[in-house]
């Protein structure tokens, strides 16, 4: 496949600029400055996702492809809503940056470290997102996104076999996640340092006592 002239990609901006800017000086748009950088943005990102079209072993171009429009998303909707968003355009830019592990990972199925901070910019997004919505319960949800993530994890196949270790980070996140939506829900303070005791205490006598080890 041909590759794409820069020349082209500047080309088109410089004229969907003028247009824009001539647009606003005759009153017909107003605010054209967000949206001439949100285009701007948009169309860099495209050609770094375009890159890796032509040439499949730049993966590493999704990453900041899905960023960069991302940012474009971020800049149209701050422009659109007037400040009155609110976590909406930090959850899409945190998302945007997720996706783009997760490109990875689609593209490269033996990359499965893309997923770890897939995950984690994808439960970070939701959870801007949500903002004042969920309240004390915020905590909760973004360790439940990150238990889903090594969860996943779990499940996913390698030339090695299956990852068992991932189960471990999984529980102890979706254990505290639980935990802390009880304590949002029900006010109970004293649930998550109770269960640290007890989980920690259960730790010590398998390790201690002769007979219990793992």
Not at 141 to 165: H, N, R
Request: proline share 3%; hydrophobic share 60%; charged share 10%.
């Amino acid at each position: 496949m041909k590759r794409l002239d820069l020349r082209i990609v500047f080309g088109i901006v410089l004229v969907v600029a003028g247009v824009l800017f001539m647009l606003q000086t005759l009153g017909v748009l107003k605010g054209v400055e967000s949206l001439f950088f949100a285009v701007l943005f948009a169309a860099a990102g495209a050609a770094f996702l375009y890159w890796f079209t032509t040439d499949r072993k730049q993966w590493w171009a999704l990453i900041p492809g899905f960023t960069l429009l991302g940012l474009a998303a971020v800049i149209a909707i701050e422009g659109l809503f007037r400040g009155r968003a609110g976590g909406l355009a930090g959850g899409v830019f945190l998302a945007s940056i997720g996706l783009g592990f997760l490109a990875v990972y689609l593209v490269k199925r033996d990359f499965w470290w893309a997923l770890i901070p897939a995950g984690v910019m994808i439960t970070l997004g939701l959870v801007a997102t949500l903002g004042d919505s969920v309240g004390d319960a915020s905590g909760g949800v973004f360790f439940l996104g990150l238990a889903a993530t090594f969860g996943v994890l779990y499940f996913v196949p390698t030339k090695q076999g299956p990852q068992k270790w991932a189960a471990i980070p999984a529980l102890i996140l979706a254990a505290l996640g639980l935990l802390l939506l009880l304590e949002s829900v029900a006010n109970l303070s004293y649930i998550l340092p109770a269960a640290l005791v007890v989980v920690g205490a259960y730790l010590l006598w398998r390790a201690l006592v002769p007979g219990k080890k793992a």
